[in-house]
């Protein structure tokens, strides 16, 4: 017995994530995210509840990380390779095809690692900013107090 996945038209998509439909399109157009839309004879987008869930995975890493659309498209990609080389290496029964699985996986992995430490360093540097401020504001309204 076969059933049906449910399938969301894109302003359905839109709201369940919050974000707009052109942003949609534009992921679209980046290779962010279509790669299982469909379209019904209207030419209108179906989406499957599983570009949703990487739809608001992709919305989460921006808006968490503070990505360009371009970092978003690395990790994106990166995570794509990951996911392949995961498959691969449940697959094979050979230790030697593993390895080099796991080797294929490592730098990219890293790669990922360095665009996340990137963003940690940016805001720890901003953090550090603000409590200095903080610091300069609290003396000076001790100054004031007097």
Known sequence: MSTVEPTFRIGEVAERVGVTIRTIRYYEERGLLGA???????????YTEADV??????????DLLGLSLEELVELADAEESRAALRNQFAESTSNAERAEIVEAAIPIV???????????QTLDEFAEALAEKLDRLHARRAELAG
């Open 36 to 46: 299982s839309a469909g379209r019904t004879q209207g030419s209108h987008r179906l």
């Open 53 to 62: 869930v990487h739809l608001q995975e992709l919305i989460r890493l921006r």
């Open 110 to 120: 890293e790669r990922q690692l360095e665009l996340v430490r990137a963003r940690q």
